[in-house]
């Protein structure tokens, strides 16, 4: 592409988002956009967590045993910088690609007197997250947060890598310094951009809602032909495995360490399992009013018809039936594969959703957002009947 070309929604969407990635390509250290991410990663994980294991290392706290939890003990820090947030980052690698195909066919089904406007609002919505200034706010939302929280970090676990004693107080020791103002916001900072990123796709799929769609009612999907929405919305399934790694691993280290049974966080999966559910769920739900609408509308339209193409079939061929002519055979007729077929749309009109998801692609979702806590449910009930409980539930 040129420059005098002018840039479509399709390739707003190729752009990182992440202030890491925009460097690394900036600087010329990764050729493509998928490498910036990955690249952008591995830097990640390369200010966040290795720095914290050296400084814990030099100054002698991961292994002189005078502390409770070493950093190699700390779950929530080793989920989080880990597994949490590289995989909320490599996850742009899946679900941009998705995005990106998602915006084109929505240009194909969009009516074409309103091309024009959905290239502007598509245009207008992703240009939004592309401001270095959103970036900017993002990040000194991380930081004021991560420095305000150090108070409680220490109140909490005041034996720990994080902490120290000085003159008969806990203060930070140099990793955790290294947490609190680096570390910590880095995280808070990866998790606040990809939500900011998510709220514009969401707008995004609010707007095209209100757009005139070509919407047909005997498609063969069951939804007027929009099952690419959902087929995109179920790669944000990783993003749900790797927010239930971070919640997870919270569980884990306040039950190992303070020694709470893992049945009284019984009503928070409950909740955060609604919560993931409502998150990437409840946006498909924006087009359900133009699906029933569509529904009515060609229940009404193929039930003409087929009343129609079925008092012709029959005054046609009823008479000819009685009175046993063979001027016209049936069988070398049209007629009887067109009534089929007519009759076969309008059943298939019948049938159509009003909502985008179905039964497996919520059950995705469910899977993803409770597949990191079977380490801890499989240490109170035996992995074998939780095995078999899942295979039920899913049966």
């Given at each position: ?250 569980v884990a280290q306040t039950v190992q360490h303070s ?64 009175k046993k002519s063979e001027s016209e055979p049936i ?65």
């Amino acid at each position: 592409m040129t420059n005098d070309e002018p840039k479509s929604p399709t390739t707003d969407l190729d752009v990182p988002n992440g202030i890491l990635a925009r460097l690394i390509l900036r600087l010329h250290l990764a050729r493509t956009q998928n490498q910036a991410v990955v690249h952008s990663t591995l830097l990640f994980i390369g200010l966040a967590f290795v720095p914290l294991m050296v400084l814990s290392l030099a100054t002698g706290i991961e292994l002189n045993g005078s502390i409770t939890m070493p950093l190699r003990s700390d779950h929530v820090t080793m989920s989080r910088y880990l597994l949490a947030a590289p995989i909320l980052m490599l996850s742009e690698l899946l679900t941009r690609k998705w995005l990106t195909k998602a915006t084109a066919r929505f240009r194909d089904i969009v009516e074409e007197s309103d091309v024009d406007r959905y290239n502007q609002m598509s245009s207008s919505c992703f240009r939004l997250r592309d401001s270095i200034y959103i970036d900017f706010i993002i990040l000194a939302i991380a930081f004021t947060s991560s420095i305000c929280g150090t108070s409680i970090v220490l109140a909490i676990e005041p034996s720990s890598w994080q902490a120290r004693m000085h003159e008969g107080s806990t203060a930070l020791s140099i990793p955790g310094y290294w947490n609190t103002f680096l570390s910590q916001p880095l995280f808070r900072f990866v998790v606040l951009s990809w939500f900011v990123d998510y709220l514009v796709w969401t707008y995004f799929l609010f707007r095209v809602s209100r757009l005139p769609l070509r919407i047909i009612a005997s498609h063969a999907d069951g939804v007027g032909g929009l099952s690419f929405v959902s087929a995109t919305q179920s790669q944000f399934a990783v993003t749900a495995f790797a927010l239930s790694c971070a919640i997870c691993s919270v569980v884990a280290q306040t039950v190992q360490h303070s020694h709470v049974k893992l049945q009284s966080f019984t009503h928070l999966g409950i909740v955060f399992l609604a919560v993931i559910l409502i998150l990437f769920v409840g946006p498909l739900l924006v087009f359900t009013p133009r699906l029933a609408q569509t529904r009515l509308h060609g229940i009404y339209m193929y039930g003409a018809l087929c009343h129609e193409l079925s008092r012709t079939f029959a005054s046609k061929w009823i008479p000819v039936r009685e009175k046993k002519s063979e001027s016209e055979p049936i069988l070398g007729s049209g007629d009887p594969s067109t009534l089929a077929d007519m009759n076969s749309n309008f059943q298939t009109v019948q049938k159509m959703k009003p909502v985008l998801f179905d039964r497996q692609f919520v059950t995705g979702f469910v899977v993803a957002t409770c597949l990191p806590a079977l380490p801890l449910v499989a240490s109170v009930i035996p992995l074998k009947d939780l095995c078999m409980q899942l295979l039920k539930s899913l049966m």
